[in-house]
């Protein structure tokens, strides 16, 4: 990994800690536009305490300000709505207006399992040999197909087939015996947010896949949909970046 590349990862996963809290954002290229991301102006204040920002070029350009100071994970696939496949996915934004947008680091999805499997493997395999070209860190966000239950079984194979293309790490979804995951991927892990569950729920989720082994958490709808946002990304980036209890990140997810 050539010295771009390497700072370009250093300003998602902080050197220090080993870790890193990315606010996901991304949900309204496939359809899925839960109503906090309605509001705009809602996300601005939770920039703050983000390691790292995951989402679209359309959002990054139209609701970021560009003096706000945070790396960008820009996500360059799209296909589909969520009414239709999925899977079927093409990469949509050139490497020459991600350069231009200044990202950090770029993503795609992988669907394992899924009709368009080969596909969205070439497509990473695609933004790899750009990353490589360009020193720019490539994330693979791991889906698996309809009928793959989401278990460490089908999550360890989607993760570690992700690292064998080349990915510099990877986005998969907590599951039992996480542990699992981890060990098989030689690629850093983060953990998906996933749909929104009590904040308990996700605080302990949070914690549980750092406990087992992923370096941080890419969170969206169990933040930006909470009753207290704020409190609940700094309730998040205490159990990421200082190992804190659940007990006590409920505390200051309560305090806002």
């Known amino acids: 990994m050539d010295w771009g590349m390497k700072n370009r ?3 998602i996963i902080n050197p220090k800690s080993g870790h890193c809290v990315m606010l996901a954002v991304d949900h309204g290229y496939f359809g899925n536009v839960p109503g906090a991301l309605k509001r705009f102006e809602d996300l601005n204040v939770l920039f703050e305490y983000a390691d790292a920002l995951m989402l679209t070029r359309g959002m990054l350009r139209n609701c970021v300000p560009a003096e706000v100071d945070k790396p960008i994970v820009l996500r360059v696939s799209a296909g589909a709505s969520m009414l239709k496949e999925l899977s079927n996915e093409e990469i949509n934004v050139t490497i020459d ?21 080969k596909q969205s493997i070439m497509n990473l395999s695609k933004l790899v040999n750009w990353g490589q070209t360009y020193g720019i860190p490539v994330l693979a966000v791991t ?9 460490a079984r089908y ?17 998969t979804y907590y599951c039992e015996d996480f542990e699992e995951v981890t060990s098989i991927c030689p690629a850093p892990v983060v953990i998906a947010g996933g749909r929104k569950i009590p904040e308990r729920d996700a605080l302990q989720m949070a914690k549980n896949a750092i406990d087992k082994g992923a370096v941080g958490v890419d969170m ?14 700094k309730a ?12 006590d990140a409920f505390e ?5």
């Open 236 to 247: 998040v980036r205490e159990i990421v970046h200082n190992n804190a209890s659940v007990d």
């Open 97 to 117: 207006d991600a350069i231009r947008l200044n990202v950090s680091a770029i993503t795609c999805s992988i669907f394992i399992g899924g009709e368009y499997e």
């Open 143 to 151: 889906a698996v197909g309809r009928e793959m239950v989401r278990d």
């Open 155 to 171: 999550l360890g194979m989607a993760s570690r087939m992700a690292a064998e293309m080349g990915a510099t790490f990877v986005k």
């Open 220 to 233: 969206g709808r169990n933040i930006f949909q909470s009753d207290k946002p704020v409190g609940m990304i």
């Open 9 to 11: 990862l250093s300003r």
């Open 252 to 256: 200051i997810y309560q305090n806002g």
